[in-house]
C-alpha cells in the first residue's frame, strides 16, 4: 500500500493519533529519501549538517538517556559558526554548551522524556521523529519556549525550567511533544496535501491569540489534541496527585480553545482531506 494512501486512511480515522506504524514509515520514507539523494547515514544526522546540506559537517552532541533500545535522541550543541544566521531568521536564542551543563540540560531532558514514557504509544511516537534537540531560551521563567520547521525533518528546539520538579518535566514533555507533532504532520503534508496552494485567508489561532494562516491553525489543532490525549492517557496511569490535577487542568484549558474553532473544518482553505481531518481532530470527545 502506498505511503499517501495510508495517511488518507489516518485521515480518516486519525485516532489514536500517535498512529506508531504511521509514523515509522513515515520517518522511513524520509530517512530513505536522505540516504538515497544525500548519502546520509541514520546515525550522523544532525541540524547544521541537514540545512547546510552537508552531512559531513562535524558537530558535538549529547545522547539524552532514553528507556527504549535502539532509539536515540541527542541534545545538540549549538552550531553557532554555521547556523548563527538561522537562529537569528526564527528568533533562537540557543544555550552555549556550557551554559548546558551548568543548568544540567540533559538530565532535564531526559526527566521529559520518562515522563512522556508515562504514555507509551506518545513515547514511540516521539522516539521515532525526534532526532536531535537543541535547548533554547526562553523570555521569562514561567513561559516555555519552543520551535521546529517544516522543512527540517527530526530537530526541535524546546527551553528548560530552570528548577527540578514534576511541575517542571511536565512542562518540558508537552514542549517536545508539541514539537514531535509538528513534525509529523509536516511529514504527513509532503504526502497529502491539506491546505489549498496560494491560500492567503487568516483564521483565529486560540493558541497564539491572533489570526494565522489555515495551515497554522491546523498544525495548533492537531498539535493541541494530540497533547490533549496524551494528558488524557496521562490520568488514567498511576500517578501522584499532582500530576494527575496538572493533566486534567491542561485537557479542560485545551478543550476550550478548541471550542473557539468549531467551524474552522469548514474554512475554504483546507483541502477535502485538511477539512476531514480536522473535522475529527474538533469533534471527538
Not at 92 to 119: F, H, Q, W
Not at 203 to 212: H, L
Request: hydrophobic share 35%.
Amino acid at each position: 500500500m502506498e505511503l499517501a494512501t495510508r495517511i488518507e486512511g489516518y485521515i480518516e480515522q486519525p485516532f489514536p493519533i500517535w498512529n506508531s506504524n504511521l509514523t515509522r514509515e513515515l520517518v522511513n520514507g524520509r530517512w530513505k529519501y536522505l540516504r538515497n539523494e544525500n548519502l546520509w547515514d541514520l546515525n550522523q544526522y544532525n541540524t547544521a549538517g541537514y540545512i547546510l546540506k552537508d552531512p559531513s559537517l562535524s558537530f558535538n552532541r549529547t545522547p539524552i538517556t532514553c528507556k527504549s533500545k535502539p532509539y536515540t535522541i541527542y541534545m545538540e550543541i549549538p552550531s553557532f559558526e554555521y547556523l548563527t544566521n538561522f537562529y537569528k531568521e526564527n528568533g533562537l536564542n540557543p544555550y552555549t554548551g556550557r551554559e548546558l551543563e551548568k543548568i544540567c540540560a540533559s538530565e532535564k531532558l531526559s526527566c521529559a522524556l520518562d515522563m512522556i514514557n508515562l504514555v507509551s504509544p506518545a513515547y514511540a511516537c516521539v522516539l521515532n521523529l525526534v532526532r536531535a534537540i537543541q535547548v533554547i531560551k526562553s523570555h521569562n521563567v514561567k513561559t516555555d519556549a519552543s520551535y521546529s520547521h517544516p522543512d527540517i525533518p527530526f530537530s526541535i528546539f524546546v527551553s528548560v525550567c530552570h528548577d527540578s520538579s514534576e511541575y517542571s518535566n511536565l512542562r518540558v514533555a508537552e514542549s517536545i511533544l508539541h514539537e514531535a507533532m509538528h513534525l509529523k504532520l509536516s511529514l504527513i503534508e509532503s504526502d497529502v496535501q491539506l491546505i489549498k496552494r496560494g491560500s492567503v485567508n487568516k483564521y483565529f489561532s486560540p493558541w497564539r491569540d491572533e489570526k494565522r494562516l489555515a495551515g497554522g491553525v491546523l498544525h495548533g489543532l492537531y498539535v493541541f489534541r494530540a497533547i490533549f490525549e496524551f494528558f488524557r492517557d496521562l490520568t488514567s496511569t498511576p500517578n501522584s496527585h499532582y500530576i494527575k490535577q496538572y493533566a486534567r487542568n491542561r485537557q479542560r484549558l485545551i478543550i476550550q480553545d478548541i471550542k473557539l474553532i468549531s467551524n474552522f473544518a469548514n474554512c475554504s482553505d483546507l483541502t477535502e482531506y485538511g477539512s476531514i481531518l480536522a473535522g475529527h481532530l474538533i469533534n471527538s470527545n
